[in-house]
T-cell receptor, first 110, second 111 residues
Framework: AQRVTQPEKLLSVFKGAPVELKCNYS??????LFWYVQYSRQRLQLLLR??SRESIKGFTADLNKGETSFHLKKPFAQEEDSAMYYC????????????FGQGTTLQVKP | DGGITQSPKYLFRKEGQNVTLSCEQN?????MYWYRQDPGQGLRLIYY???????QKGDIAEGYSVSREKKESFPLTVTSAQKNPTAFYLC??????????FGNGTRLTVT
C-alpha cells in the first residue's frame, strides 16, 4: 500500500535553529516525492520536488530510498517559515494523483 | 493570481441538502482533483479526472459525486449521504507529470 507518514504534528523551534521535518513513505516502486507548504490564509503551494534537486527558501530535501525517507531540512529557521508542511508521494501509475501525509505545523519562535 | 478558482470561499448548508462546490482552471491542464483537508488527517483524495468525461474514485468517494463535462471545470457535489461533510475542500489540477496546482479552497459547514 502507498502511504506517507509525517510523525510530528507540531514542530516548534527558535529563530536561527536548524529544522528537520520528517517524512517516511511506503511504496514498492520508484515514487516521486514532494513537499508542499501552506502559509496562513494562503493556498497550498509546491515547495520542493525531489527530481528538481534544488533549494527553495533555504529548504532542501534528499530522497533516501534505503530508509524510504524524504526529510525536509533548513539550517537556520526564520519566523516566516511558520506554516503547515505536507509531504506527498506520486506513484508510477501515471494517474498524476498525490498521496499526502498528515502534515506538520512548523512554529518558529522569535 | 490566475490558475484555479474555487467558489464560494465559505458555504453553509443544512443537513440533508446537497451542495455543489465549483472549481475552474485556466491552466489547460488535463487532470483535476478534489481533496478534503481535515486537521490531523492531511489531504485525502475524493475524486480525480484525467480527461474530459472520465473520472475515478479516490480514497473517500462515498457521499460525493463529480462531473467533468469541460476541461476547465470539475464541480464536486456533496450529497446528503456524506456522513461528515463539514470540512475544507481543495481542488487541484496538473498535467500527468507536473506538480499539482491548488485552488484557495472552499470551507463547507453543514449544520
Amino acid at each position: 500500500a502507498q502511504r506517507v507518514t509525517q510523525p510530528e504534528k507540531l514542530l516548534s523551534v527558535f529563530k536561527g535553529a536548524p529544522v528537520e521535518l520528517k517524512c517516511n513513505y511506503s511504496y514498492s516502486g520508484s515514487p516521486e516525492l514532494f513537499w508542499y507548504v501552506q502559509y496562513s490564509r494562503q493556498r497550498l503551494q509546491l515547495l520542493l520536488r525531489h527530481i528538481s534537486r534544488e533549494s527553495i527558501k533555504g529548504f532542501t530535501a534528499d530522497l533516501n530510498k534505503g530508509e524510504t525517507s524524504f526529510h525536509l531540512k533548513k539550517p537556520f529557521a526564520q519566523e516566516e517559515d511558520s506554516a503547515m508542511y505536507y509531504c506527498a508521494l506520486r506513484g508510477s501509475s501515471n494517474t498524476g494523483k498525490l498521496i499526502f501525509g498528515q502534515g506538520t505545523t512548523l512554529q518558529v519562535k522569535p | 493570481d490566475g490558475g484555479i478558482t474555487q467558489s464560494p470561499k465559505y458555504l453553509f448548508r443544512k443537513e440533508g441538502q446537497n451542495v455543489t462546490l465549483s472549481c475552474e482552471q485556466n491552466l489547460n491542464h488535463d487532470a483535476m482533483y478534489w481533496y478534503r483537508q481535515d486537521p490531523g488527517q492531511g489531504l485525502r483524495l475524493i475524486y480525480y479526472s484525467q480527461i474530459v468525461n472520465d473520472f475515478q474514485k479516490g480514497d473517500i468517494a462515498e457521499g460525493y459525486s463529480v462531473s467533468r463535462e469541460k476541461k476547465e471545470s470539475f464541480p464536486l457535489t456533496v450529497t446528503s449521504a456524506q456522513k461528515n461533510p463539514t470540512a475544507f475542500y481543495l481542488c487541484a489540477s496538473s498535467t500527468t507529470i507536473s506538480p499539482l496546482h491548488f485552488g484557495n479552497g472552499t470551507r463547507l459547514t453543514v449544520t
